[in-house]
């Protein structure tokens, strides 16, 4: 960790902020909403990412979309910071903080300001909260500009 402009310490790179999102996750994430709840702290908290790379979300076939969100993950994996599982009875992987991996993103997220940790939490807990179907409508009627490339049908 380095020495945030906040005067406390902060995430030092987009892996960082991956396992501090996992590790506020209550439950395992699912593809979706891994990406999603990181394409929206990098829109709401971008200065978490200040002076290291970002994801480079591009429009996707159910939104905004990295595929370097599930290198990075598997590259935590390997690190023993993140599980990678397939979900029971689909084809699906699912991402979730190891014990080690909480440790670790429990102290990045503490290490964010009140503010910015409060935050990412909600963005967390929101993501977490919906269906697919629902996420993908929030995220699409938020920022319109991510669905150009859809095969998603949003109900009418």
């Known amino acids: 960790m380095r020495y945030g ?9 987009r892996k960082d902020v991956l396992l501090a999102a996992l590790a506020a996750a ?7 909403h891994l990406q999603k ?3 929206l702290i990098d829109k709401k908290l971008p200065r978490l990412f200040e002076g290291h790379e970002r994801y480079a979300f591009q429009p996707y076939d159910y939104g905004p979309f990295d595929s370097a969100v599930y290198a990075d993950a598997d590259a935590l994996a390997l690190e023993g910071f993140v599980t990678v599982n397939r979900d029971s009875g689909s084809w699906y992987r699912v991402y979730a903080a190891t014990e080690k991996g909480r440790v670790r993103g429990s102290a990045l997220v503490a290490g964010m300001t009140d503010k910015q940790s409060a935050l990412l939490r909600k963005i967390v807990a929101l993501v977490s909260s919906l269906s697919f179907r629902q996420l993908v409508s929030a995220i699409y009627k938020s920022y319109p500009e991510t669905k150009v490339n ?4 949003e109900k009418k």
């Open 150 to 153: 859809s095969v998603f049908k």
């Open 5 to 13: 402009s906040f005067g406390r310490t902060s995430p030092v790179n």
């Open 26 to 32: 209550e439950k395992p994430m699912q593809p979706v």
């Open 37 to 39: 709840a990181l394409f």
